[in-house]
């Protein structure tokens, strides 16, 4: 069985989060869980606690959540699960995801853009830990990938074919070509990436990453592979 974590708000795009993760699952079982997060409300009362850890939906929320539901019951090899978290920090994020046992973690722009603290702390846990996580694009029209770019960190010591072997294993993506990493100078590779992409039909992009200690800036820096809008498997090193 398949695994997959949502981390959301319930924004539009989590229904693609959604069908993206039907589609990785390749009709074989799955269980999709949908994370909202909140924080630990702050007071001393019982009551007071229990009454705000209650959890209301907005209209629109309810909606997509709705919608959700209707796509997984139409899918007989799917089941969806909502988990309300309040806080969250490496040992309790590292457990969540132990118990759902999950396989890979799908982050939505929206939920990336999300200002509150605790929503980017999640994020910030989730590019640590060790698992797979797709991030999905800017385009929403297509949910299922074939043809993969891989971007080769020079510091990496790590080949193609290793990268290759550990997608053949659990996605069904080709790796079809490949460039450095061209985060420092993208004017430059812009052209030759645009070509690379319409000549092969490429529809996702490869990269690995390393832990990095948790740290808050005023403003994100974007990616290059960003710019692209094309969706993007982040592998971390040990696995691939």
Known sequence: MKNFLIPTTLEQDTISAVKSAINQAKNTNCEIILMLVSDTPDTFSASQFLREMKVSLTASQEEILETCRYIIEHTPNCKIKVHNQYGVSAPIFKGIIEAFDVKLIILTQSYKQETKRIHQYLVKLTTNQKGPILHLGTEL????FNKA????????????????????????????????????NYEEFAPYLSEAISKYD???????????????????KENSSDKLGLPVLSLYEELA
């Open 149 to 184: 770019l891989y971007i080769e960190n020079a510091k990496a010591n790590m080949h193609v074919k290793d990268v290759q072997q550990f997608l053949s294993q659990n996605f069904s993506y080709e790796i079809v070509s490949q460039t450095a990493n061209f985060d420092d």
């Open 202 to 220: 490429i529809d996702l992009l490869v990269e690995t990453r390393k832990g990095e200690k948790i740290k808050f800036k005023k403003t994100k």
């Open 141 to 144: 029209s297509k949910d299922d």
